[in-house]
């Protein structure tokens, strides 16, 4: 996985199971002649899947509006929140060349599992493709590929489980749930990296790409869009 890829990304051959129909619509923030941010809801596809029930995605319902437009990165489907989608190709070369320099500033929120004591941390533990049960990615020490995150505590909700916003330095697949899960406070809900009760403590996987700031490939003004996550408040 190259860091030009954003956080939790389905791999690139899409999924052959038939996903359950989202029908939550997708939210415009940004639109101009290059670019398009968007917020995908969770449960949504970035892109379509192998099998023939899986082409409602993100990006087709895009298309239908504007058929130039192409993703440039993905989130997985079960996380929520903001995509940069480019309407040309010399937009689409520029934000991918922006995510592989890091150039593109992005924060998460996902609540964790139980008390997280550290108002701050970094981890920096690297990830490798768990092949035999991929998509599942593993900590190896042996050739994995670096990848860090930043977080920080914002308090505890009210059945004290701790809210997080994390700032991804590298992008590596499912870094934000393996790395959450490696200190001991796996994202609520995710199907992966969550032991039982904290995959049971929520219906869906409480991560949300909340926040992207980078500046604009054409117009050089810095752009900054935030959307709070719905489990947020």
Not at 19 to 35: G, K, W
Not at 75 to 95: F, K, N, Q
Not at 177 to 196: D, K, N
Request: proline share 6%; charged share 20%.
């Amino acid at each position: 996985m190259s860091d030009s890829q954003d956080i939790d990304t389905l791999p690139s051959t899409g999924t052959d199971f038939i996903v359950p129909h989202c029908s939550e619509a997708i939210t415009y923030l940004h639109r101009d002649d290059d670019l398009l941010i968007v917020s995908k809801p969770a449960g949504l596809l970035s892109v379509p899947g192998r099998h023939p029930d899986n082409k409602d995605c993100l990006i087709s319902r895009i298309n239908e509006i504007y058929p130039d437009a192409s993703i440039v990165h993905r989130l997985d489907m079960a996380t929520s929140g903001l995509m940069i989608i480019a309407r040309h190709p010399e937009s689409h070369r520029a934000v991918s060349r922006m995510f592989q320099d890091r150039k593109i500033y992005k924060e998460y929120q996902a609540i964790v599992f139980g008390h997280v004591a550290s108002i701050e941390g970094f981890i920096d533990l690297p990830l490798a493709c768990d092949w035999p049960n991929r998509p599942r990615q593993e900590l190896n020490f042996d050739y994995g590929k670096h990848a860090q995150t930043h977080f920080e505590y914002c308090g505890t909700n009210e059945d004290g489980n701790s809210k997080l916003r994390l700032i991804p330095i590298t992008g590596r697949s499912h870094q934000l749930r393996v790395h959450t899960a490696s200190i001991g406070h796996p994202i609520l809900g995710c199907e992966f990296y969550a032991h039982p009760a904290a995959k049971a403590a929520a219906d869906r996987l409480l991560l949300h790409a909340s926040r992207l700031r980078f500046t604009h490939p054409t117009s050089n003004i810095e752009l900054d869009i935030s959307l709070p996550a719905q489990f947020w408040s």
